[in-house]
């Protein structure tokens, strides 16, 4: 059975930890405080370590769930303990392999990026993967099922992480938006907050649901709603006029314009 170590344990690293099967991997935790990472140990049923350089001795992989800002510092003075055989995980925001392989100075080192979302708290993350060369196969596997655990994983290029970080990462942040105007709309037009936002959401959900299964493009589900001098198609030409999509393509190109500026 594997051992996973997670250096960090916040908001990803429990969602994570609550989706894993006890039984398939041997979970270790280490984190800023030992009193605290013991209570969150219990919590959670899996075993704390005293510090960073212990977890990752035992570990096989090794889940870096701490701030990009914080990652620096905790993953330099690790390298002695790293070594061939032990994979690295990183799903720290904007930082690439390249970096990760200069901070974890450690020869042959196998690094896998993954990038989660928030969904990840209720199983469903949509996540990015990629690895560097040192990575073998049955690590990969691993990694991909952990993540799997709670959510998809897409294989994508390197490259495109940071299109994934805004398109799946950030996003969720603009949908919560999009609800919100709906329900606000709604309340404008008199129905009370928490009902229309509850309509929005079921709504938004189904919506979503019925793109992947019928594998349609959106925009031919957009005519289909829009019947010919309907009220749905008025409401389209106005999101045009009022340039929806071009809002839409320039908010993901500022958060992908605000990545690559923090690197
Ligand atoms: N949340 C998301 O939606 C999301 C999505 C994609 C990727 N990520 C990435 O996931 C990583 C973790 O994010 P998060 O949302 O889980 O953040 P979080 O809830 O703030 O968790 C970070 C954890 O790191 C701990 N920590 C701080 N310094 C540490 C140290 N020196 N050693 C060990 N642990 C330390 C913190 O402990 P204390 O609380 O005791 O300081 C905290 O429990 C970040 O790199 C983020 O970019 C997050």
Do not use: C
């Amino acid at each position: 059975m594997k051992t996973v170590g997670f250096i960090g344990v916040g908001k990803m690293a429990s969602a994570i930890i609550a989706g894993l099967d006890k039984t398939k991997f041997n979970l270790l935790i280490s984190g800023r405080d030992f009193e605290k990472t013991k209570q969150q140990a219990a919590d959670l049923s899996v075993t704390a370590v005293q510090n960073h350089d212990e977890l990752v001795k035992k570990s096989d992989l090794i889940v870096l769930a701490i701030k990009p800002q914080v990652l620096p510092s905790v993953l330099r003075p690790l390298s002695s303990a790293l070594s061939a055989d032990k994979t690295l995980i990183s799903i720290a925001a904007g930082l690439t392999l390249a970096d990760l392989e200069a901070l974890a100075a450690s020869e042959n080192q196998g690094i896998i990026r993954v990038m989660p979302n928030i969904n990840a708290q209720i199983g469903k993350s949509t996540s990015a993967i990629v690895r560097n060369e040192f990575v073998s196969d049955e690590a990969f596997d691993a990694t991909s099922e952990i993540f799997g655990a709670v959510g998809s994983v897409h294989q994508i290029a390197e490259k495109d992480f940071s299109t994934f970080a805004a398109i799946a990462g950030s996003s969720p942040a603009y949908i919560y938006m999009f609800i919100d105007a709906l329900s606000r709309a709604g309340v404008l037009h008199g129905l009370p907050k928490d009902q229309a936002t509850k309509i929005v959401a079921e709504t938004l959900q189904a919506s979503a649901e019925m793109i992947l299964q019928s594998g349609e493009n959106p925009w031919s589900l957009v005519d289909k709603v829009s019947s010919p001098g309907g009220t749905t198609v008025a409401g389209v030409v106005s999101l045009e006029k009022n340039h929806f999509v071009g809002t839409v393509i320039d908010a993901i190109t500022a958060t992908i314009d605000k990545e690559n500026q923090l690197r």
